[in-house]
């Protein structure tokens, strides 16, 4: 039998119930044959099936306080108010004119609780509380309120949770693991950001070369506590032969311990090609495969877009996450740093953080954020003139304080180099472009003037090693932008000599410093 649906005398009971009047009393009219009926509903357990459409074929099995429920039901008489009595033993409804002599009066509320405990009494019992009798004798009588919500929310209480929490007094404490302090952690995801031709191609190789000579990279070289490490490079835009190369051997980088996966061959169709790398469940498991192999100290994704496929939204949350996931996941298991470089949006105006391109996710998934481009600031020493250059900021660091700003510039026949320092004040706002520099309201070149009369002077006996002219510049009161102008204008060359040491000379000089005994840190 099916289910039922309806029952005898409802749509009397629906009509009743909307044109009769308000009760005189104040309590509130209901609808008591509903609610028996939904105690009826409640009590059918799931191997039971109990119809009412046909008075005259009862369902079984039939308990006492179903039968009790089904008279309410049936008897329940439309042209009377809201109160059944229990006269002489069986339920029965009452009328406004006749009051039995000896009736026990329920109100409907009181009448619905008692069906319902009569219900729930004679209900057969669920295979899990039948367990739960036999063999955890007194749990669920000594159940909480919240402990039966949960139960009846569908939960089983007596199953643990499969993410259990352990008190942190139970975790080893740790400190923070580090490739280059305080812009790369290790095991962790770094941001490189910024515009396109401010040279963050040119910075990670720079980042990469240093590791793969044991030094962390910047003007202030550290050796690395494992001596020279692997760096696996993943790049969807620069050949390897004409550009990832040439600018590797540029930067003295060791092309023995960069790995890289070159682009895909163009001149093979796409049906003979292996499949694009992706960052999907598969494509992370390649480069999890990759990080195996060769055991890098950093791995480097340049640029993140290049890898995410066509059917991810960058813009969702929920679609980034699980790529952010699966690289930080790679880190830590594997003990390496991962660098992901990404391009900026064109709308700046919420700040630094969210400058990148994409869901604001990406930005929280990382620990650290390094925001490269170029800067431009007012000139301390001369107010009409503006101080233009290239640095990376940090505008996220998770586990450290942030670090200063690092300048930098590129030069076609040298590479990257970090010999620039940062003028005060500069931030992320400078690079971003807030910042509007005044016009110059004409030519101030006086100091430049006098700057590159001291450097030719000082140049003239022979190249110098930069760290001495800069010394020596800062005694004789010419800043160290000053002095780049000055040189520029004298077209200076500048070289690497022995020991790592970067040196300046005049145009046509010999490579030769004056003293070939210089140290390598002054």
């Known amino acids: 039998m099916s289910p039922a649906k309806n029952f005898e005398g409802k749509d009397k009971v629906e ?47 039939k308990e006492p306080a179903v039968t009790d429920a089904l008279t309410a039901a049936e008897t329940f008489n439309p042209t009377t108010p809201d109160e059944i009595a229990l006269i002489d033993g069986e339920w029965q409804p009452t009328t406004p004119n006749t009051e039995p002599a000896e009736a026990d009066h329920r109100d409907t509320t009181q009448l619905i609780a008692d069906l319902r405990r009569q219900l729930a009494e004679t209900r057969p019992l669920t295979e899990t509380e039948r367990l739960r009798q036999e063999n955890a004798p007194g749990t669920a009588t000594s159940w909480t309120h919240q402990q039966w919500d949960y139960h009846f929310a569908g939960g089983d209480v007596d199953q643990p949770s499969k993410y259990p929490a352990v008190p942190l007094s139970s975790i080893t404490r740790k400190p923070v693991e580090w490739l280059w302090h305080p812009y790369i952690p290790n095991k962790k995801a770094t941001i490189v950001e910024g515009d396109p031709e401010v040279g963050k191609s040119w910075l990670t190789l720079a980042i990469a070369c240093a590791i793969s000579n044991g030094y962390t990279p910047g003007r202030n070289m550290v050796t690395l506590p494992d001596g020279p490490g692997n760096v696996l490079l993943i790049s969807a835009e620069d050949d390897l ?118 869901s604001i996710d990406f930005a929280a998934a990382v620990r650290s954020i390094l925001l490269a481009g170029y800067y431009q600031l007012p000139d301390p020493d001369d107010p009409l003139e503006t101080i233009i250059g290239r640095a990376i900021v940090q505008t996220k660091n998770n586990v450290a304080a942030h670090g200063p700003p690092i300048g930098y510039d590129i030069d076609p026949d040298r590479g990257l180099l970090w010999d620039y320092d940062t003028p005060d004040g500069l931030n992320a706002s400078a690079i971003l472009g807030d910042y509007k520099p005044p016009k110059p309201r004409g030519p101030t070149g006086a100091k430049r003037q006098a700057a590159a009369e001291w450097l030719l002077a000082e140049l003239a006996d022979g190249p110098k090693p930069t760290k001495t002219i800069r010394r020596l510049a800062d005694k004789a009161g010419h800043t160290e932008r000053t002095l780049i102008r000055a040189r520029d204008e004298l077209n200076v060359d500048y070289y690497r000599g022995d020991h790592n040491v970067w040196y300046l000379r005049l145009p046509g000089g010999p490579e030769e410093p004056e003293n070939n005994t210089l140290p390598l840190r002054e």
Do not use: C, W
Not at 15 to 39: G, H, I, W
Not at 287 to 307: C, F, S
């Open 241 to 358: 032969a004409d550009t990832v190369g040439p600018r590797v051997d540029l930067m003295s980088g060791d092309s023995d311990r960069i790995y890289a996966i070159p682009l895909p061959d163009f001149t093979v169709t796409i049906k003979n090609r292996p499949p694009q790398l992706v960052l999907d469940d598969d494509g992370l498991r390649e480069i999890e495969k990759l990080v195996l192999t060769h055991n890098p100290r950093l791995v480097i994704i340049d640029p993140l877009a290049g890898y995410i496929g066509r059917d991810v939204d960058t813009h969702r949350p929920n679609e980034v996450r699980p790529i952010m996931a699966g690289l930080a996941a790679i880190a830590v298991r594997q003990n390496t740093a991962i660098i992901v470089v990404r391009h900026l949006t064109k709308a700046r105006g919420r700040g630094a953080i969210t400058a990148g391109a994409g």
């Open 15 to 61: 009509a009743f119930l909307e044109d009769k009047p308000p009760k005189p009393t104040a309590t509130p009219s209901r609808n008591v044959k509903k609610e028996v009926q939904r105690a009826v509903d409640d009590y059918k357990p799931d191997d039971v099936v109990i119809d009412l459409t046909d008075a005259a074929q009862p369902a079984e099995p």
